[in-house]
């Protein structure tokens, strides 16, 4: 069975940081393309960043030089750090992984920014 589970949410002052973590269980992460998206109520879920089985990461406009991907495929687990967050970040942050076996996600973890 897969599991993704997630971590690091909370409330947090705008401008100031969390790190969000994914630990996945039960499929292979060092082949797996991990991916964080986020969903802010009433709009659609959205990608906020993606890092390929090799380390290449890619993110959305509205996260590039403030948020950071990465994974530790030792720890299978995927990291999201963010800065100088903003009210618009928030949302309910999911974790994806995507390989040959399947397309999973995790039950997600809500980011709240005050202004």
């Known amino acids: 069975q897969v599991q993704l589970v997630e971590s690091g949410g909370g409330l947090v002052q705008a401008g100031g940081s969390l790190r969000l973590s994914c630990v996945v269980s039960g499929t292979i992460f060092s082949i797996s393309t991990v991916a964080w998206y986020r969903q802010a109520p009433g709009k659609q879920r959205e990608l906020v960043a993606r890092?390929?089985?090799?380390?290449?990461?890619n993110y959305a406009d509205s996260v590039k030089g403030r948020f950071t991907i990465s994974r530790d495929n030792a720890k299978n687990t995927v990291y999201l750090q963010m800065n100088s967050l903003k009210p618009e970040d928030l949302a309910v942050y999911s974790c994806n992984v995507v390989n040959l076996l399947g397309d999973y996600w995790g039950q997600g973890t809500q980011v709240t920014v005050s202004s």
């Open positions: 890092i390929s089985s090799t380390g290449r990461p």
